[in-house]
Nanobody, 122 residues
Framework: QVQLVESGGGLVQPGGSLRLSCAASGRSFTRYAVAWFRQTPGKEREFVAR????????YVIDAVKGRFTISRINAKNTVYLQMNSLKSEDTAVYYC???????????????WGQGTQVTVSS
């Protein structure tokens, strides 16, 4: 079992920044790829970014490219999502998720966190 806990969400003005954290406990975190998703009311959960087990490979969707960065520090069992130049359309509940296979973390994660709310508004 892997337990994931997100933090760092909040209210920020357009153009501002937030850094989300996903802290993991349980089985060896270094065996798991991690992804971030987001969801707004009435919409399906949307994949945002993923990072490989060791952190050497990462990917973000086009909608956030150049603004969001995913990273991890395995010694701290933590994955981060740095979000800059935030827009109102980034408002959502953000979830982190994990899978032992990078190819599946964005499709069928094995573990989910509880989510953290990000609201971008003036």
């Amino acid at each position: 079992q892997v337990q994931l806990v997100e933090s760092g969400g909040g209210l920020v003005q357009p153009g501002g920044s937030l850094r989300l954290s996903c802290a993991a406990s349980g089985r060896s975190f270094t065996r798991y790829a991690v992804a971030w998703f987001r969801q707004t009311p009435g919409k399906e959960r949307e994949f945002v970014a993923r990072i490989s087990e060791g952190g050497s490979t990462s990917y973000v969707i086009d909608a956030v490219k150049g603004r969001f960065t995913i990273s991890r520090i395995n010694a701290k069992n933590t994955v981060y999502l740095q979000m800059n130049s935030l827009k109102s359309e980034d408002t959502a509940v953000y979830y982190c998720a994990a899978h032992s296979n990078l190819n599946f973390v964005a499709i069928t994660p094995e573990y989910w966190g509880q989510g953290t709310q990000v609201t971008v508004s003036s």
